[in-house]
């Protein structure tokens, strides 16, 4: 076991590969009715098994909880102690003696220490709740001094998964399965697959009543998705203004169809149309092909980065779709684990 547990530069995984492993190491305990009760960093363990092969390994089950199988939570003692800064509200609220504490722990819990730790992962070491464990500790019990704005352009969509898993109400957070499922972990391939699926929707069911709605929520995130650069800001390109000044051109001039900037459906039609050309187009806008980059990576990176929350947006509003009875809309893939 020794050789194994080496240093392992972590350019040999990435950030959301170790926390898409770890995650499904916290759907398999909860699954098994298991609330760990001490994650954090230290206890994320990266395993070598071979030349080109990295396991997540979850560690440290010294203070662990079995619920009962006809409970869904435990009580709350003082027994053990969880690593400071890492523990949820509930928990410090309880071992203070505030009068309004949470007396029973769920796997709602282990939820927030994951919360904490993905944002850690992500920005390189920095903590939601500041960085002095002691403040951390007042911060989260009265929770305060939040932020999760630190988080790299191109995962600061990510920013609303965050936000809900630290949150203070534990029947609020999500639960292992639905984080499991997040775009947080999709390839490219998958994102540009729902993208498209979506505008078809869109476009297909433009008469049903609940795709109108649809439509109506999400325009009414414009603001959130290209912020400053409505129309009615007097900038007549509106998202377009977001975008290369070449491929602009070319949405703008292209004889077989044109865009406009005015609502986020033409953004997302735009994506999803220019994926099914990316390969044809015509000679005198083969820069365009190379500004959008390869599909899928360097395609979707060219429009998450100037448009991060698109993706977050979609995906939490069409949320609505899945209550449609036999999947009419064909979403509930996009939303259930792999």
Same mark, same amino acid.
């Given at each position: ?17 170790? *926390? ?11 699954e098994k009715r298991i ?21 997540v390994k979850i560690a ?11 409970? @869904? ?5 003082? @027994? ?34 994951? +919360? ?59 639960? =292992? ?37 649809? +439509? ?30 070449? =491929? ?21 039609? @735009?994506i999803r149309n220019l ?45 609505? *779709? ?17």
């Amino acid at each position: 076991m020794e050789n194994k547990l080496v240093s392992i530069s972590t350019d040999a995984i990435s950030n959301i590969e170790i *926390l898409h492993q770890a995650t499904k190491g916290i759907h398999h305990l909860h699954e098994k009715r298991i609330i760990h009760r001490d994650l954090k960093p230290q206890n994320i363990l990266l395993v070598r098994l071979n030349a080109l092969e990295i396991r997540v390994k979850i560690a440290d089950f010294g203070i662990s909880r079995a619920i009962p199988d006809e409970r @869904t939570s435990v009580t709350l003692t003082t @027994t053990g102690m969880a690593a400071i800064g890492w523990r949820s509200p509930e928990i410090l609220n309880f071992e203070s003696g505030t009068p309004t504490a949470i007396k029973r722990l769920s796997t709602a819990t282990d939820i927030f220490s994951l +919360g904490c730790i993905f944002y850690y992962i992500l920005t390189n070491g920095m903590h939601p709740f500041g960085q002095n464990p002691v403040d951390q500790e007042f911060n989260i019990k009265n929770y305060c001094n939040i932020s999760t704005d630190h988080l790299p352009p191109l995962l600061i969509g990510n920013k609303w998964l965050i936000d809900n898993m630290i949150v203070r109400d534990p029947k609020a957070r999500p639960n =292992v399965k639905t984080i499991i499922s997040h775009y947080i972990f999709w390839k490219s391939d998958k994102t540009l697959e729902f993208m498209a699926h979506i505008s078809d929707v869109l476009f297909d069911y433009k008469q049903d009543e609940k795709i109108i709605q649809l +439509g109506n929520d999400i325009e009414s995130y414009y603001d959130v998705v290209a912020p400053n650069c409505h129309p009615r800001f007097g900038n007549p390109d509106g998202w377009l203004q977001m975008t290369c000044p070449i =491929v602009r051109q070319y949405l703008c001039e292209n004889r077989e169809r044109t865009y406009h900037g005015r609502t986020l459906y033409q953004l997302i039609r @735009t994506i999803r149309n220019l994926k099914g050309h990316h390969g044809s187009l015509a000679a005198k806008w083969l820069q365009v092909q190379y500004t959008l980059g390869s599909l899928p990576c360097g395609f979707v990176n060219y429009w998450m980065s100037r448009f991060p929350f698109l993706l977050p947006t979609l995906w939490h509003l069409c949320q609505s *779709l899945l209550q449609a009875s036999n999947d009419a809309y064909d979403v509930k893939r996009f939303y259930t684990c792999e």
